[in-house]
């Protein structure tokens, strides 16, 4: 667990509602997240992974959003949240 209490609170609304769409992935209903790796569908394991990266791109979206609506109050040349996402790298990368 980490010790940046920012980083582990600042986004917490954000993440309960992604866990909410995990949950409600398979099944239709609140259930469980399977985690098991034995014989885990292919399907299930994609499906995750696009919940996952829409979280990602929805935070990154609303980031760059955020910074370029802060610069534009400060007077500052800005880029369009759109070329701010183009420019962010995939960090596993």
């Not at 499906?47 to 109050?73: F, P, T, V, W």
Request: hydrophobic share 40%.
């Amino acid at each position: 667990m980490s010790t940046n209490n920012e980083r582990d609170t600042k986004f917490l609304g954000f993440a309960r509602l992604q866990w909410d769409k995990l949950m409600m992935a398979h099944g239709g209903s609140y259930g469980y997240i399977d985690v098991a790796n034995d014989g885990l569908d292919a399907d299930i394991i994609a499906d995750y992974q696009q919940i996952i990266a829409q979280c990602a791109y929805d935070l990154m979206q609303s980031g760059c959003i955020d910074i370029s609506n802060a610069q534009k109050q400060q007077g500052n040349v800005t880029l369009h949240p759109n070329a701010m996402l183009r420019a962010a790298q995939d960090p596993s990368n």
